[in-house]
């Protein structure tokens, strides 16, 4: 799998590659991640990539022929068919927002992916139109650069590559997971057993691992239900949820923490 970064500031993303889970899904699991400046492929003594917008108003626009000049270059390189072409990927506000199933697609996808990282106001709306293939937002805000959201996407798709995580399950059980019907995790508690007068709850030091599993499965419903009650409803219309689910939902949600005090 490889990743093709298009970015002003490799600087700013080249760093969060080289510790835990990333280092090890670029060297244990051989993913392969490469920066571009799209400068490089600029014209003038000054190399310019931006310019003002047509229109008026404030702030600059990336330009469309230095970022055309750099994705040609990459198409080159990986000099992959078109069926099997990496998808170009825009972080952008107006794209879809990211999502574990989002994020478990690409995962599974050998190709990998080309990344775009804009900047300033946005890039030329021509070269969006003519070469990207999705837009993602990691939300309702506005980043100063695509830098942040780059690193965002790759850590939650590194993480799902074979041979990165210590657990090969561990990230079945992560929250939005399907594994666990797409909710939230349930909370988790190590040692000491009892820290500033807060217990770990007694049946997670029973060894009774059915009493265990049941208590987390309900914690994971609860949580939702508190916290994303959408993601319920997700679950739902997937049948996710059996008839246990909604009985204990109905009937006993557990209180908001379900540490004790003594």
């Known amino acids: 799998m490889r990743f093709d970064i298009i970015t002003l500031f490799p600087e700013l993303i080249a760093p969060y ?19 571009w400046n799209p400068r490089d492929f600029a014209e003038g003594a000054y190399r310019r990539v931006d310019d003002r917008p047509f229109g008026g108003g404030p702030g600059m626009v990336m330009l469309a022929e230095p970022l055309a000049r750099c994705l040609q270059a990459i198409r080159e390189e990986r000099a992959e068919p078109p069926p099997q072409a990496a998808p170009l990927l ?34 030329d709306q021509r ?3 003519a070469h990207v293939d999705q837009q993602i937002s990691l939300g309702d805000f506005v980043l100063s650069g695509g830098e942040v959201a780059a690193a965002v996407f790759l850590d939650a798709v590194l993480r799902l590559q074979p041979a990165v995580l210590h ?32 217990s770990v709850p007694a049946v997670l030091t029973s060894g009774d691992h059915a009493r265990i599993a049941r208590w987390r499965r309900q914690q994971s419903l609860a949580l939702t239900a508190r916290q994303r009650p959408e993601l319920l409803q997700q679950a739902r219309q997937q049948g996710w949820l059996d ?3 909604e009985r204990y939902l109905a009937e006993s949600p557990p209180a908001e923490n379900p540490g004790q005090t003594g």
């Open 17 to 35: 590659l080289e510790h835990g889970v990333n280092r090890r899904a670029t060297s244990a699991a051989g993913v392969q991640v490469r920066f």
């Open 90 to 123: 825009f972080f952008s506000p107006v794209g879809q927002v990211l999502s574990h199933a989002l994020v478990a697609r690409q995962a599974g996808a050998p190709a990998g992916a080309i990344l775009l990282c804009g900047r300033y106001e946005g890039v």
């Open 127 to 129: 070269f969006i139109d």
């Open 167 to 198: 657990d090969a399950q561990s990230h079945a059980q992560d929250s939005f997971n399907p594994a666990i019907s797409g909710l939230l995790d349930c909370p988790h508690y190590t040692r000491p057993e009892v820290w500033q007068g807060r």
């Open 243 to 245: 008839r246990a689910d």
